[in-house]
Nanobody, 115 residues
Framework: QVQLVESGGGLVQSGGSLRLSCAASGSIFALETMGWYRQGPGKQRELVATISRGGSTNYADSVMGRFTISRDNAKRTVHLQMNSLKPEDTAVYYC?????????WGQGTQVTVSS
């Protein structure tokens, strides 16, 4: 079983920055693409950014140029540096990983951006 534990959420003013981290643990024999999704109030869960094991990245248009995803394969961690935050970035952010040939999700961490 794979566990994903997020950290780093919180309350920040518009224009501020936050860094989210996610650590994968458990019985992992294959850890492939990792990433972040988010679900805002009254909205569906949406992709924020993903990063492959080799470092190829993909971003939602809404965060391009403001957010940066990175990972450490040795530590089995993925990070999301969020700059120039906007109130519309307010959401629960979920860590996701394709591990052991299946989707795995963290519990989520709240990010609130005040105007």
């Amino acid at each position: 079983q794979v566990q994903l534990v997020e950290s780093g959420g919180g309350l920040v003013q518009s224009g501020g920055s936050l860094r989210l981290s996610c650590a994968a643990s458990g019985s992992i024999f294959a850890l492939e693409t990792m990433g972040w999704y988010r679900q805002g109030p009254g909205k569906q869960r949406e992709l924020v950014a993903t990063i492959s094991r080799g470092g190829s990245t993909n971003y939602a248009d809404s965060v391009m140029g403001r957010f940066t995803i990175s990972r450490d394969n040795a530590k089995r961690t993925v990070h999301l540096q969020m700059n120039s935050l906007k109130p519309e970035d307010t959401a629960v952010y979920y860590c996701w990983a394709l591990a052991n040939v299946r989707d795995n999700w963290g519990q989520g961490t709240q990010v609130t951006v005040s105007s």
